[in-house]
């Protein structure tokens, strides 16, 4: 029997959805009252591995919907991280302001052991240290933990060293030298992200453009300013993706290329942290019509994953800014295959991560991965 098969009109059943799944584990714990979903996408290139998200979803279909959606996007971004872990993601179903307790965590950490080593989780939105403290107590699967714990800590550190890695990979291909003092930028956002990358660039004498709807945050960098080679430039929010910076770099939050913006970018480039930069990924194909070279956000951004990937190692942040060059070469291989081949850069690196899973894949079978012994160095 083929329950797959499709009749006209149909609703996807739930086994249709998870096709393109290995493996989703809906738990249910009616003592602590924790529901949620873990979705294993693909586990080639190691266990899968992906923040767990606490959200109120209206339904089950929308939270199934998102832990997919999700843990596809992680198989893409530990590919493009060359990260010896596969994708995957977990959602618990309620309002994180109000249906915590340790028992659901503690719970929650028990389905995640259950796993074996499968799934790896760790704070996303919704969810906190504080939260997974408690989940702590029943699983070792747990990553992206403060120093106390035995973790690599803040992750906007090696995140900003690989969006600096990513703007050298695109400055050597516009400019054919990756000296980022030859470039003009528009900074989105002086977080814990962008600030770092915006304090690097000064540094490095480079001439910015920046907007926060901080003022600290604006003040502080420019203060920082005046003690540097750089220059800044402070613009309103709204303004900062109209400047003749030669590149743009959104570090707030996403959607920021979209119907209404595209049409009125002067920049040459695009390369920053904020996840989801383009509102949908045909916006990829107008960019490259404007020849706006557009590094994706998930390789630019994967340098929080290199560290959390690397705490099996123990932590080391020394080694994690090494591995985040890495970001460098795949930035500058995608723009090299995208130009090659005539296709949008989002095209060139999907490909380059199918054919990255896919060489690993004709080698290994994903169950001999989870069981080798560098996945259990910081459990045993
Ligand atoms: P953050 O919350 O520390 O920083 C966001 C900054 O954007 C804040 O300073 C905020 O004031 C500012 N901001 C908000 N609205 C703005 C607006 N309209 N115009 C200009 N600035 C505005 O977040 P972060 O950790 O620095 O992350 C930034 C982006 O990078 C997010 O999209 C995040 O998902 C992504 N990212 C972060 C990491 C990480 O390690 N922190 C890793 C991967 C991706």
Redesign the pocket.
Same mark, same amino acid.
């Given at each position: 029997m083929n329950l797959l098969n499709k009749s006209a009109n149909h609703q996807p059943s739930v086994l249709e959805k998870i096709a393109g799944h290995e493996q989703v584990v809906f738990c249910n714990d009616p003592v602590s009252g924790l529901q949620a979903i873990i979705a294993i996408h693909n586990t080639t290139l190691g266990p899968a591995l992906g923040g767990t998200r606490m959200a109120p979803y209206a339904s089950m279909d929308e939270a199934l919907d998102d832990v997919l959606r999700l843990s596809k996007g992680m198989t893409y971004k530990c590919a493009a991280a060359d990260v010896d872990f596969g994708g995957g993601k977990a959602v618990i179903i309620g309002d994180p302001a109000k249906d915590k307790s340790p028992e659901l965590f503690r719970a929650f950490g028990q389905f995640v052991d259950s796993l074996g080593g499968r799934f790896y989780t760790g704070t996303d939105m919704g969810t906190t240290m504080d939260d997974f403290v408690h989940a702590m107590r029943e699983t070792t699967r747990i990553v992206g933990t403060p120093e106390s714990f035995g973790g690599s800590g803040d =992750? =906007?550190i090696p995140?900003a060293a690989g969006v600096i890695n990513g703007l050298r990979a695109t400055i050597e291909t516009l400019y054919g030298s990756d000296d980022l003092s030859r470039a003009t930028y528009a900074v989105? /956002?002086? $977080?814990?992200? /962008?600030y770092k990358v915006a304090e690097q660039l000064l540094d490095a004498g480079a001439r910015l453009y920046v =907007?926060? +709807? &901080?003022e600290q &945050?604006l003040k502080d960098i420019t203060l920082k300013a005046e003690r540097s080679p750089g220059t800044v430039q402070v613009v309103a929010?709204h303004e +900062?993706h109209l400047t003749d910076a030669d590149i743009f770099v959104p570090? *707030?939050? $996403?959607g920021v290329i979209n119907d209404t913006t595209i049409g009125t970018l002067r920049c040459k480039a695009i390369c920053g &942290? *904020?996840?989801n930069q383009l509102q949908r990924d045909e916006l990829a194909h107008t960019l490259r019509e404007k020849e706006i070279l557009f590094a994706p956000d998930y390789i630019v951004?994967g $340098? /929080?994953l290199i560290q959390v990937a690397d705490e099996l190692y123990g932590a080391n942040p020394e080694r994690v800014l090494l591995k985040t060059r890495h970001i460098y070469d795949a930035v500058l291989e995608v723009f090299r295959e995208a130009h090659a081949d005539s296709i949008t850069t989002l095209e060139a690196a999907n490909r380059m991560c199918d054919k990255r899973i896919a060489n690993r894949g004709a080698r290994n079978s994903f169950f001999t991965n989870t069981i080798k012994p560098k996945w259990n160095i910081r459990n045993h």
């Open positions: =992750s =906007s995140t989105q /956002g002086l $977080g814990k992200v /962008g =907007s926060d +709807i &901080s &945050s929010p +900062i570090c *707030a939050f $996403g &942290s *904020a996840n951004n $340098g /929080g």
